[in-house]
Each structure stands twice: as C-alpha cells, then as structure tokens.
C-alpha cells in the first residue's frame, strides 16, 4: 500500500484502527424509506452513493439487537458495500444472478431496487451460508428472490447467456475487514491474494458466461490489493472482446484509474464512510453472438 499510495497510505492505515460508524440500508418493502428514516430511534446522515442508506450515530450490537432489524426494516450493512447494488441498478422485470451472494446485503438491496418486480437468483456455494442468505431474504420479506447452494459452473450451464445483469461480489483476501476483525488481519497471507485472486478469475469467467448481450456485470470485492481487484477485470477484458468497462458514476467514490482501471471505483476508508470495496461495471455488447 505504501508503494501504491504513497504517503495516504499512513491515513489508509490510521482509518484501519479507527473506530466504525455503523450503517443500516432501508427497506422500501417495509414502507417509504423517509418516513423509515424518520423513525429510526438514532440519529442518522445520509450515505453519498446510496438514497436508502443512513449512517447511524449507535453502537453496532444495539442497532442488531433493534426489534426494527429483526423486522426487516433495514439491513445493518458497510456503508462502502451498498455502492455495489447501486452499480448493478435492476429494473423491474429483469433476470439477476448474484453468484456469491451470502449473508444477502446485496441481493436484498438488488430486489428492493427492482421493487422486487424482477427475479434474483442468489446462490452460494456454501450450504451454511446460503441458509443464512435465505433468513435474511425471509426477513427482508424478498419475495423475488430464489435462494440457490450451487457451483457457478452449475448455474452457467442452465442460464447462460441469459441474465440481464450479473454480479459477482467474490470471495477475497477481505483487507477491508480488517477494521472489523482482528482475525481477518490474522489470517491474511501473501498466498492468500495470490489463491484468491486465481478463484476470482475462474469465477468471474463463470460470471461473463451468465450475460446476455447487451447485459452487464459487476465484479467487486472488499479487498484493496490490485491483484485482486484491477488486474482480475483486465485479466477478464483480455479474453472477452464482447465485454466493455462501462464507467462508474458512485457520488463521493474515487476513481480506479491511479490503478489502471479508469471508470471503476475504489472506496477507500479514509476517504469516504465505509469499510473499503472496489466496484467495477461491464457491458456485454448488444451484437454479441
Ligand atoms: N455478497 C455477499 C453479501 O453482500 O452479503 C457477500 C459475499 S462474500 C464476499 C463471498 C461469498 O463467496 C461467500 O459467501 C462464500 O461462501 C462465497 N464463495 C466462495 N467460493 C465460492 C464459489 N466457488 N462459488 C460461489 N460462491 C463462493
């Protein structure tokens, strides 16, 4: 980091150790998200790149432990991950897959956008999680979603070429949890970037399979290191000359250009409110075969 940033990298360091400001994501299918925001019993500010989402001046257990979360009525989430929905932007009506979708911040905030008008099918390879995906959908009263535990390679071959929009929200090294939880800083390893890096391109293929043409994909993750990030989207524009880096406009995020990747986002935490994530939006070209 100090070598990509130079001396910011200390104030990426210092907002490390920072104390968090907890976020919650308004459910508009619980009701209008002012007259939610309006009821939330902390006072709250707005998150620049998401209109459902409030920073809440609490502590992070009360708000949990709120009868208002049990309810459904927000979604206790990084203010930096509700910019990847937002990049996503569902319509009503359309065919979403979220391939890594476990505990479900994303999916339930892709079917609130759609108005829960759309189909979203939100899988995760992993059983136990995907159980506690489809508890969120349930309380978040999502109804337009179908909770799948499958193989990406699995849902490529039943619905390939035919999403109107893809997300894939990978599984990473997680240098953006590092704020949150001491074992997240514990358990990183040099090879661990390196072995993630090589999944997220095996999925993030698997991801590009799913696309119709003119549909798109989003690639993100919560991590910082370009390996992970950048060079995995490039990696995926050199094979896919039907995919175009289509550019982010994230009110408050910064751009990934210094990295290579103008048009994608980085939200940093010394920057804006947040935890960290990397946001990057492709187009599939309409006239791909
Ligand atoms: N999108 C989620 C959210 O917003 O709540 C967070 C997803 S988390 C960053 C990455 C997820 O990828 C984990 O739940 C993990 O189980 C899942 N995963 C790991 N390997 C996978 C694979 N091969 N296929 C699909 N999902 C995988």
Same mark, same amino acid.
């Given at each position: 980091m100090r070598e990509l940033l130079g001396a910011e990298a200390e104030e990426l360091f210092a907002a490390l150790d920072a104390p968090r400001e907890p976020a919650v994501r308004l459910n508009p299918l619980r009701g209008d998200p002012a007259a939610l925001a309006a009821a939330l019993p902390w006072p709250s500010r707005a998150v620049p790149w998401c209109p459902a989402g409030r920073l809440v001046a609490a502590e992070s257990a009360e708000v949990a432990a709120d009868p208002l979360n049990d309810a459904g009525v927000y979604y206790l989430q990084d203010p930096a991950a509700m910019a990847v929905a937002e990049a996503v932007a569902p319509a009503p009506g359309e065919l979403v897959v979220d391939l890594a979708a476990a505990p479900g911040g994303k999916t339930t905030h892709l079917a609130a956008l759609a108005g829960d008008a759309g189909l979203v099918v939100s899988n995760d390879v992993d059983e136990r999680r !995907?159980? $506690?995906? %489809?508890?969120?959908?349930?309380?978040?009263? +999502?109804? @337009?979603?179908?909770?799948?535990?499958? &193989?990406?390679?699995?849902?490529?071959?039943?619905?390939?070429?035919?999403?109107?929009?893809?997300?894939?929200?990978?599984?990473?090294?997680?240098?953006?949890?590092?704020?949150?939880?001491?074992?997240?800083?514990?358990?990183?390893?040099?090879?661990?970037?390196?072995?993630?890096?090589?999944?997220?391109?095996?999925?993030?293929? !698997?991801? $590009?399979? %799913?696309?119709?043409?003119?549909?798109?994909? +989003?690639? @993100?993750?919560?991590?910082?290191?370009? &390996?992970?990030?950048?060079?995995?989207?490039?990696?995926?524009?050199?094979?896919?000359?039907?995919?175009?880096?289509?550019?982010?406009?994230?009110?408050?995020?910064?751009?990934a250009a210094p990295f290579g990747l103008p048009g994608a986002a980085r939200l940093w935490p010394h920057r804006s409110p947040g935890d960290g994530h990397f946001v990057a939006r492709l187009r599939r070209a309409a006239d791909a075969a």
């Open positions: !995907a159980r $506690a995906l %489809l508890g969120n959908v349930e309380r978040l009263g +999502v109804t @337009s979603a179908v909770v799948t535990c499958a &193989r990406p390679e699995r849902l490529t071959a039943a619905l390939g070429g035919a999403c109107h929009a893809v997300l894939l929200d990978a599984p990473c090294s997680g240098e953006g949890m590092f704020r949150r939880s001491p074992a997240a800083r514990e358990a990183w390893t040099e090879a661990g970037v390196e072995r993630h890096a090589e999944l997220q391109r095996r999925l993030v293929a !698997a991801a $590009a399979d %799913l696309v119709r043409p003119g549909g798109r994909l +989003v690639y @993100s993750t919560c991590t910082f290191d370009p &390996r992970e990030n950048e060079a995995v989207v490039l990696w995926l524009l050199a094979r896919r000359p039907d995919l175009e880096l289509e550019p982010l406009d994230l009110p408050g995020a910064a751009d």
